[in-house]
């Protein structure tokens, strides 16, 4: 049984995931706008116990370590980090924008997965199927929709948080060579994050607690 946690951005999510039966028993996302701290411990406490799971009979827990914000990507870890070193569990870090591509990887255009990083920014990474995996093309990018419209090669998947302003202005630069995942499929999912981490351990792969730091692409400010 895997917990996963997911607060990079405003849109939190949470999961509880049994890879041993292939079932995800629990999974909540939500708006949290910037109450990650206060709103995610009453939820993942009620997750665990309506599914009577003892925190100590738990496989591991899975955290998203974005690029994202600041003060979400900080209360996610520290969680997580808390969970696994009271209970003795291993931990996975998964990059938040690899969440947010895992749905659309069946579909065959190069993937443009996007997350918001506040003040009309956005973060974003490039990923394209090469002999059957899908690899990130390049660093992230920490960029507006105009700059970024400019980089993407048509024609191309766009997903992540994109709101409606957004997707017009995406489809009066791209044209009808982008599509655009919907707002549902768009969601970013705890369950996807729990699978890519149970992947890695499953393979015996881990991350130390100590050193895991999440990826920040420019340096925090407290007030974000």
């Given at each position: 049984?895997?917990?996963?946690?997911?607060?990079?951005?405003?849109?939190?999510?949470?999961?509880?995931?049994?890879?041993?039966?292939?079932?995800?028993?629990?999974?909540?996302?939500?708006?949290?706008?910037?109450?990650?701290?206060?709103?995610?411990?009453?939820?993942?406490?009620?997750?665990i116990?309506?599914?009577?799971?003892?925190?100590?009979?738990l496989?591991?827990?899975?955290?998203?370590?974005?690029?994202?914000?600041?003060?979400?990507?900080?209360?996610?870890?520290?969680?997580?980090?808390?969970?696994?070193?009271?209970?003795?569990?291993?931990?996975?870090?998964?990059?938040?924008?690899?969440?947010?591509?895992?749905?659309?990887?069946?579909?065959?255009?190069?993937?443009?997965?996007v997350?918001?990083?506040?003040?009309g920014?956005?973060?974003?990474?490039?990923?394209?199927?090469?002999?059957?995996?899908?690899l990130?093309?390049g660093?992230?990018?920490?960029?507006?929709w105009?700059?970024?419209?400019?980089?993407?090669?048509?024609?191309?998947?766009?997903?992540?948080?994109?709101?409606?302003?957004?997707?017009?202005?995406?489809?009066?630069?791209?044209g009808?060579?982008?599509?655009i995942?919907?707002?549902?499929?768009?969601?970013?999912?705890?369950?996807?994050?729990?699978?890519?981490?149970?992947?890695?351990?499953?393979?015996?792969?881990?991350?130390?607690?100590?050193?895991?730091?999440?990826?920040y692409?420019?340096?925090?400010?407290?007030?974000?």
């Open positions: 049984m895997l917990v996963a946690i997911d607060t990079a951005t405003r849109m939190a999510s949470i999961a509880l995931y049994d890879q041993d039966n292939g079932r995800v028993l629990g999974e909540e996302s939500w708006n949290c706008s910037d109450r990650h701290t206060v709103e995610m411990m009453p939820r993942l406490v009620r997750m116990e309506q599914q009577s799971v003892a925190p100590s009979t496989d591991g827990a899975v955290v998203s370590l974005g690029p994202g914000s600041f003060t979400g990507l900080r209360a996610g870890l520290g969680v997580a980090k808390g969970l696994v070193l009271a209970h003795g569990l291993p931990l996975v870090g998964v990059p938040t924008l690899e969440v947010v591509a895992r749905p659309h990887t069946l579909q065959p255009l190069p993937i443009w997965a997350c918001q990083a506040g003040r920014r956005i973060c974003a990474a490039h990923y394209v199927r090469r002999r059957g995996r899908w990130r093309q660093n992230y990018y920490l960029t507006t105009q700059e970024l419209c400019a980089e993407v090669e048509r024609p191309a998947f766009l997903c992540g948080e994109i709101d409606a302003r957004d997707a017009d202005l995406i489809r009066e630069q791209l009808p060579d982008v599509t995942a919907t707002p549902a499929a768009s969601l970013r999912r705890a369950a996807y994050l729990a699978e890519m981490g149970w992947e890695r351990l499953s393979q015996g792969e881990s991350d130390n607690p100590a050193t895991l730091t999440p990826i692409l420019q340096q925090p400010k407290i007030d974000e």
